[in-house]
């Protein structure tokens, strides 16, 4: 018994206006980098046709390698060191103690710094000489945390997590609290211990939340730039020169508008097929409501 | 069955309490104290003499202005998503068209665009919309790009009304817009509040936008502020810190009075 | 057929919408637009603390002109890139603010700039009335494009005389006496030079002057124009043993790149005496006087960079930025109330005005006012430096065209490091276009 269809059904027209919307100001813009990364181009005057220069350049250019392999590792290490601090976090703060919510309250705090401020901030924290570093030389050796690439970056991936952790706890203190409590009731009488249940309850449980936050988190790091742009500029050398920052670097500091938008391009390829898969593995794209099937 | 205090992540709790709190009590009071000072006392050091400056300063220095045109920003953005996002997120779920579902994967893929890949040609066109550092140029490029995960979340609440709900309303010959205005929105509340609370925050947080495409004290965000303090001012980090403080008032005022709405927007955004 | 209406109304809301949208962005747009193109000429500067002076002399300019001055500021950092992409757009000022050399040099290649020939044929004092080796740094292809509009920035070697003192050393006079001094102070536990490694640029100031002491300025004059063998000669690569030499020497300690200038770092460790010298343009004095009064009273210590023996440098020579200039649009529409807004930058007004905060202008009147100076035996040391200085180096990132700078600021930064030997280094500076 299907409804007869067109009847009470809103038409494309309801979609037109976000459509043009969105076309106008990202659609668009992107056409317009497919074009000019077949150009060469430094802002003054217009572009001239460059052919596959710019592609064939990029290929050869060890710096563009090492910035992909960069921002896959800050994303890689951004959802690994996350994920399970918010979990953790996020399961302990679903309870509804009284110390619970006060603490709770006070872990939110970074996320209502914007993440100029934050990089602003650890940046003075992080000072070798007058930050932290310099009252715990056990802990940070002589604090050259800048100028070494591991540790800048730790340091990228650790403000990040700083910042952002808040977040993907409340997604998992929300998940977590609409966890059926039969299903813990019943554990309890088989004589579980809480970490079976956290494993065999809670986790399970959490899986849909597991791949917002972890699209979330992807989204997030491949684009890192406000960061790096603030604590490490791209450094040591190009030590933490991530693609984001490389075709900022190319575009508005060298003025290779072609090049850098090839860059953008290949940035988009690849965060588009992560994206791709983890929609398709999510079952996003299916119309399909997460309330079938309960 | 009583439970026993559980230890561990009591102690997991205090440590994370730790990472948060440290830099937090470095920044208050760095703050309160001359540059002389904190240089002289260190991070950790209390203030000696207490003084109320570096905020004076800031404020004089043209944070006031710096507020006003991000709360402008950032209420325009919230403005523009929820006028154009909830009837597409409608046309989507309900739609029987082939199109809607065609937009929508269009929107999927949005999700993949980082605003860094289209920079250069935005720039370029908002500069040919004679729009370069004036706030509505950096208002839509940014409203565009919170849309999609808008569109992610609506979506989502909107499937969950039941087909029933639906069929129910359009037995009695409702209208596509009666639908919508008496049965979608109300049951989309939660999922509205995510998408101001997340279109909110993209607005706040606007780095890359206004970087490029703003350039006058008189159209300056708070980001912009904060960025620009470094080279303006080099040497004065409680200053510097003190702007910071100063940057966040504004949402740690939202979030003690609206800590509930604000929380249950952000939970949202992982729906279920 | 149903869907094709469906279709067409489709097309007139989204047409609606987006004209709503346009009309919206068309209000906004022009709103902002009139009146600044019309009687006005738009003057863009770099925006820091010698905005006050630029304010006052826009409002001197505004009392007798009928066209009126705009002042813009760009802060710091993002300066060279918000100009490269308005330059050519509507947004594009009349007058702006920049370093002369390669920081103009691909406007003058764009055909955006104004030859000031004829300005100067109307008023010779535009030209006559600078110090020529500061003139010359904006004159390119044999042509003026700029007139010198701040103060002369030579870099100088600052040392806490205090820390000095307790370790034995003097003012080094010559790199042997510098490298000697550099154990004493390592020896008493004090970082002998505090360096800013994280900004990169105030790396680059050690090459600029290890480079002139040992080859001349001739070297990077020939490199600057294209000429990359230059890079690999003897003399280069002497530079950089030397530079080799003092960083292994345990000169600048281990974190020098976690340390900024610009955020305090570096010229904290100099004030506190966590170190002893450092390599800095003279801006460094207003920064410490500003942060820290008692240590300039007190302990701050001034001097020119060693001599080199053996090398073919001459010890006065000097590096740094010769000054900034005011560069014209071709494409401006009151090039009379240019030339006139001009003419205030020999003024005794503006002498006096920048002497006041600090700076130090390159006029020839400049001699008769530097007992008003903020600090008048700064001043005086300074303008006698620039003025009996054989050559005056450009700042290498300002002389090459700013596309080259990303690569020169990593090449710097990563020999101090270790990252790349000599070998890497000079493929970096070979890659470099030329300007």
Same mark, same amino acid.
């Given at each position: 018994?299907?409804?007869?269809?067109?009847?009470?059904?809103?038409?494309?027209?309801?979609?037109?206006?976000?459509? +043009?919307?969105?076309?106008?100001?990202?659609?668009?813009?992107?056409?317009?980098?497919?074009?000019?990364?077949?150009?060469?181009?430094?802002?003054?005057?217009?572009?001239?046709?460059?052919?596959?220069?710019?592609?064939?350049?990029?290929?050869?250019?060890?710096?563009?390698?090492?910035?992909?392999?960069?921002?896959?590792?800050?994303?890689?290490?951004?959802?690994?060191?996350?994920?399970?601090?918010?979990?953790?976090?996020?399961?302990?703060?679903?309870?509804?103690?009284?110390?619970?919510?006060?603490?709770?309250?006070?872990?939110?705090?970074?996320?209502?710094?914007?993440?100029?401020?934050?990089?602003?901030?650890?940046?003075?924290?992080?000072?070798?000489?007058?930050?932290?570093?310099?009252?715990?030389?056990?802990?940070?050796?002589?604090?050259?945390?800048?100028? +070494?690439?591991?540790?800048?970056?730790?340091?990228?991936?650790?403000?990040?997590?700083?910042?952002?952790?808040?977040?993907?706890?409340?997604?998992?203190?929300?998940?977590?609290?609409?966890?059926?409590?039969?299903?813990?009731?019943?554990?309890?009488?088989?004589?579980?211990?809480?970490?079976?249940?956290?494993?065999?309850?809670?986790?399970?449980?959490?899986?849909?939340?597991?791949?917002?936050?972890?699209?979330?988190?992807?989204?997030?790091?491949?684009?890192?730039?406000?960061?790096?742009?603030?604590?490490?500029?791209?450094?040591?050398?190009?030590?933490?020169?991530?693609?984001?920052?490389?075709?900022?670097?190319?575009?508005?500091?060298?003025?290779?508008?072609?090049?850098?938008?090839?860059?953008?391009?290949?940035?988009?390829?690849?965060?588009?097929?992560?994206?791709? +898969?983890?929609?398709?593995?999510?079952?996003?794209?299916?119309?399909?409501?997460?309330?079938?099937? +309960? | 069955?009583?439970?026993?205090?559980?230890?561990?992540?009591? =102690?997991?709790?205090?440590?994370?309490?730790?990472?948060?709190?440290?830099?937090? %009590?470095?920044?208050?009071?760095?703050?309160?104290?001359?540059?002389?000072?904190?240089?002289?006392?260190?991070?950790?050091?209390?203030?000696?003499?207490?003084?109320?400056?570096?905020?004076?300063?800031?404020?004089?220095?043209?944070?006031?202005?710096?507020?006003?045109?991000?709360?402008?920003?950032?209420?325009?953005?919230?403005?523009?998503?929820?006028?154009?996002?909830?009837?597409?997120?409608?046309?989507?779920?309900?739609?029987?068209?082939?199109?809607?579902?065609?937009?929508?994967?269009?929107?999927?893929?949005?999700?993949?665009?980082?605003?860094?890949?289209?920079?250069?040609?935005? =720039?370029?066109?908002?500069?040919?919309?004679?729009? %370069?550092?004036?706030?509505?140029?950096?208002?839509?490029?940014?409203?565009?790009?919170?849309?999609?995960?808008?569109?992610?979340?609506?979506?989502?609440?909107?499937?969950?009304?039941?087909?029933?709900? %639906?069929?129910?309303?359009?037995?009695?010959?409702?209208?596509?817009?009666?639908?919508?205005?008496?049965?979608?929105?109300?049951?989309?509340?939660?999922?509205?509040?995510?998408?101001?609370?997340?279109?909110?925050?993209?607005?706040?947080?606007?780095?890359?936008?206004?970087?490029?495409?703003?350039?006058?004290?008189?159209?300056?965000?708070?980001?912009?502020?904060?960025?620009?303090?470094?080279?303006?001012?080099?040497?004065?980090?409680?200053?510097?810190?003190?702007?910071?403080?100063?940057?966040?008032?504004?949402?740690?005022?939202?979030?003690?009075?609206?800590?509930?709405?604000?929380?249950?927007?952000?939970?949202?955004?992982?729906?279920? | 057929?149903?869907?094709?209406?469906?279709?067409?109304?489709?097309?007139?809301?989204?047409?609606?919408?987006?004209?709503? /949208?346009?009309?919206?962005?068309?209000?906004?747009?022009?709103?902002?637009?009139?009146?600044?193109?019309?009687?006005?000429?738009?003057?863009?500067?770099?925006?820091?603390?010698?905005?006050?002076?630029?304010?006052?002399?826009? &409002?001197?300019?505004?009392?007798?002109? *009928?066209?009126?001055?705009?002042?813009?500021?760009?802060?710091?950092?993002?300066?060279?890139?918000?100009?490269?992409?308005?330059?050519?757009?509507?947004?594009?000022?009349?007058?702006?603010?920049?370093?002369?050399?390669?920081?103009?040099?691909?406007?003058?290649?764009?055909?955006?700039?104004?030859?000031?020939?004829?300005?100067?044929? *109307?008023?010779?004092?535009?030209?006559?009335? !600078?110090?020529?080796?500061?003139?010359? /740094?904006?004159?390119?292809?044999?042509?003026?494009?700029?007139?010198?509009?701040?103060?002369?920035?030579?870099?100088?070697?600052?040392?806490?005389?205090?820390?000095?003192?307790?370790?034995?050393?003097?003012?080094?006079?010559?790199?042997?006496?510098?490298?000697?001094?550099?154990?004493?102070?390592?020896?008493?536990?004090? /970082?002998?030079?505090?360096?800013?490694?994280?900004?990169?640029?105030?790396?680059?100031?050690?090459?600029?002057?290890?480079?002139?002491?040992?080859?001349?300025?001739?070297?990077?004059?020939?490199?600057?124009?294209?000429?990359?063998?230059?890079?690999?000669?003897?003399?280069?690569?002497?530079?950089?043993?030397?530079?080799?030499?003092?960083?292994?020497?345990?000169?600048?300690?281990?974190?020098?790149?976690?340390? *900024?200038?610009?955020?305090?770092?570096?010229?904290?460790?100099?004030?506190?005496?966590?170190?002893?010298?450092?390599?800095?343009?003279?801006?460094?004095?207003?920064?410490?006087?500003?942060?820290?009064?008692?240590?300039?009273?007190? &302990?701050?210590?001034?001097?020119?960079?060693?001599?080199?023996?053996?090398?073919?440098?001459?010890?006065?020579?000097?590096?740094?930025?010769?000054?900034?200039?005011?560069?014209?649009?071709?494409?401006?529409?009151?090039?009379?109330?240019?030339?006139?807004?001009?003419?205030?930058?020999?003024?005794?007004?503006?002498?006096?005005?920048?002497?006041?905060?600090?700076?130090?202008?390159?006029?020839?009147?400049?001699?008769? !006012?530097?007992?008003?100076?903020?600090?008048?035996?700064?001043?005086?040391?300074?303008?006698?430096?620039? *003025?009996?200085?054989?050559?005056?180096?450009?700042?290498?990132?300002?002389?090459?065209?700013?596309?080259?700078?990303?690569?020169?600021?990593?090449?710097?930064?990563? !020999?101090?490091?270790?990252?790349?030997?000599?070998?890497?280094?000079?493929?970096?500076?070979?890659?470099?276009?030329?300007?």
């Amino acid at each position: 018994m299907t409804p007869a269809t067109g009847v009470g059904r809103p038409g494309f027209a309801w979609a037109a206006p976000a459509a +043009v919307f969105f076309g106008l100001f990202a659609l668009v813009p992107l056409l317009l980098v497919v074009v000019l990364s077949f150009t060469r181009w430094n802002g003054l005057g217009s572009p001239e046709f460059a052919g596959l220069e710019n592609w064939s350049k990029l290929l050869d250019d060890p710096v563009m390698v090492k910035s992909l392999w960069l921002s896959l590792v800050l994303t890689v290490l951004g959802v690994v060191v996350q994920t399970p601090i918010s979990i953790l976090l996020g399961v302990w703060a679903a309870g509804h103690q009284r110390n619970r919510a006060v603490l709770s309250a006070i872990y939110f705090v970074p996320l209502l710094l914007s993440i100029t401020a934050v990089s602003v901030l650890w940046r003075a924290v992080l000072d070798p000489n007058f930050g932290v570093p310099s009252q715990a030389t056990w802990l940070f050796g002589d604090g050259n945390l800048f100028g +070494v690439q591991a540790s800048a970056l730790g340091v990228l991936v650790f403000v990040s997590t700083w910042q952002f952790t808040p977040l993907h706890t409340l997604l998992y203190q929300g998940a977590a609290r609409a966890v059926p409590q039969v299903l813990y009731q019943a554990a309890q009488i088989d004589g579980a211990g809480r970490v079976r249940q956290f494993f065999h309850i809670t986790l399970p449980q959490l899986r849909n939340t597991v791949v917002t936050s972890t699209i979330l988190m992807v989204v997030g790091g491949l684009t890192t730039f406000d960061t790096v742009l603030i604590l490490t500029q791209g450094g040591p050398g190009t030590d933490t020169t991530n693609s984001a920052y490389y075709m900022y670097q190319k575009a508005f500091k060298s003025f290779d508008f072609g090049t850098a938008s090839a860059i953008a391009l290949l940035l988009v390829l690849v965060a588009s097929l992560v994206s791709l +898969v983890m929609v398709r593995l999510s079952g996003y794209d299916k119309m399909r409501s997460t309330m079938e099937g +309960v | 069955m009583r439970k026993r205090p559980n230890y561990l992540a009591g =102690f997991g709790s205090l440590v994370w309490l730790f990472v948060v709190g440290l830099p937090l %009590y470095v920044m208050l009071v760095a703050t309160f104290q001359t540059r002389t000072e904190y240089a002289a006392n260190g991070p950790l050091g209390f203030p000696e003499n207490f003084t109320l400056d570096n905020y004076v300063n800031d404020l004089n220095d043209g944070f006031a202005q710096y507020f006003l045109n991000t709360v402008v920003v950032t209420v325009a953005v919230v403005g523009i998503v929820l006028l154009l996002v909830p009837p597409l997120a409608y046309a989507i779920v309900r739609s029987d068209g082939k199109a809607a579902g065609r937009v929508f994967r269009l929107f999927l893929l949005g999700l993949a665009i980082p605003s860094q890949a289209v920079i250069v040609p935005m =720039f370029y066109l908002i500069n040919e919309a004679g729009l %370069y550092d004036n706030l509505l140029g950096v208002i839509l490029p940014t409203a565009a790009f919170a849309m999609p995960v808008c569109a992610l979340i609506l979506t989502g609440v909107m499937r969950d009304i039941t087909s029933e709900l %639906y069929e129910a309303m359009t037995v009695d010959g409702a209208s596509s817009w009666r639908i919508f205005l008496q049965l979608v929105l109300p049951l989309s509340k939660g999922g509205l509040s995510t998408v101001v609370v997340f279109s909110a925050l993209q607005a706040w947080n606007g780095f890359l936008f206004p970087l490029v495409l703003t350039q006058s004290s008189e159209n300056k965000v708070i980001t912009m502020g904060l960025y620009d303090f470094q080279t303006e001012h080099g040497v004065d980090i409680p200053g510097l810190l003190a702007a910071v403080v100063l940057s966040m008032l504004p949402i740690l005022f939202v979030y003690l009075f609206a800590r509930r709405a604000l929380v249950q927007g952000l939970m949202g955004v992982g729906g279920k | 057929m149903k869907r094709h209406i469906r279709l067409l109304r489709t097309a007139v809301v989204g047409g609606a919408s987006l004209a709503l /949208t346009l009309s919206l962005a068309g209000c906004g747009g022009s709103g902002d637009g009139a009146g600044g193109d019309s009687d006005t000429i738009r003057v863009l500067v770099y925006g820091d603390a010698t905005n006050k002076v630029e304010k006052q002399l826009v &409002d001197t300019f505004n009392k007798t002109s *009928k066209v009126k001055a705009v002042l813009d500021t760009i802060p710091g950092a993002d300066y060279q890139s918000k100009l490269q992409t308005i330059i050519s757009g509507k947004q594009a000022p009349d007058v702006f603010f920049n370093w002369g050399g390669g920081s103009i040099k691909p406007f003058v290649d764009a055909g955006l700039l104004m030859p000031l020939d004829d300005f100067i044929a *109307k008023d010779p004092k535009l030209k006559s009335d !600078f110090l020529p080796s500061v003139f010359d /740094t904006a004159v390119v292809d044999g042509k003026p494009y700029g007139v010198p509009m701040r103060g002369t920035q030579p870099v100088l070697l600052f040392s806490n005389e205090k820390v000095l003192e307790e370790a034995g050393v003097t003012a080094p006079r010559t790199w042997d006496e510098l490298l000697a001094a550099v154990k004493a102070l390592k020896a008493k536990g004090v /970082t002998p030079i505090a360096l800013g490694g994280g900004d990169k640029w105030p790396t680059q100031m050690w090459f600029q002057y290890v480079y002139d002491r040992v080859a001349g300025p001739e070297l990077f004059a020939k490199a600057v124009k294209g000429d990359k063998d230059v890079w690999a000669s003897a003399d280069s690569r002497k530079a950089l043993g030397m530079l080799k030499e003092l960083i292994d020497a345990g000169a600048f300690g281990t974190n020098y790149d976690s340390v *900024k200038f610009t955020d305090g770092g570096s010229p904290a460790l100099l004030a506190t005496g966590k170190a002893a010298f450092e390599l800095m343009g003279s801006w460094e004095y207003s920064t410490l006087q500003d942060a820290y009064p008692d240590f300039v009273k007190s &302990d701050l210590g001034y001097g020119a960079f060693p001599a080199v023996t053996g090398g073919k440098g001459n010890g006065d020579n000097i590096a740094g930025n010769t000054n900034n200039f005011y560069s014209v649009l071709k494409s401006t529409e009151h090039p009379e109330a240019v030339a006139e807004f001009l003419k205030l930058m020999y003024s005794d007004e503006f002498v006096k005005a920048q002497l006041a905060i600090g700076n130090l202008p390159t006029t020839t009147n400049t001699p008769k !006012f530097l007992d008003t100076a903020a600090n008048p035996e700064y001043s005086k040391y300074q303008y006698d430096l620039v *003025k009996k200085a054989p050559a005056f180096q450009l700042s290498w990132d300002q002389a090459f065209p700013p596309a080259a700078t990303t690569t020169l600021h990593q090449a710097v930064q990563q !020999f101090f490091n270790g990252q790349s030997d000599a070998d890497a280094f000079i493929a970096a500076m070979q890659s470099l276009p030329a300007a």
